[in-house]
């Protein structure tokens, strides 16, 4: 039989984590909570600061062209 998942100790035969597996994470849970909110903090931040900087923009440099004239009717 081929070496996978059936073979691990921590899945079962539908693929669901078994008792081994949950008390091997169970150390780690509140420090994966923690980075995990913390990612995701700092990037809402990102994003809001970069929204906000971009929302402050006014183009005032920006040069806006007159209106285009209207092309001369050709005469036959």
Do not use: C, H, W
Request: hydrophobic share 40%.
């Amino acid at each position: 039989m081929a070496a996978g998942i059936f073979n691990s100790t921590y899945y079962g035969k539908d693929y669901r984590a078994g008792a081994a597996l949950l008390r091997a994470r169970r150390p780690f849970l509140v420090k994966n909570a923690i980075t995990g909110f913390g990612l995701f903090a700092f990037t809402i931040g990102v994003y809001a600061y970069t929204i906000r900087a971009v929302g402050q923009e006014e183009f005032s440099d920006v040069q806006i062209p007159d209106t285009p004239s209207k092309p001369q009717s050709e005469k036959k």
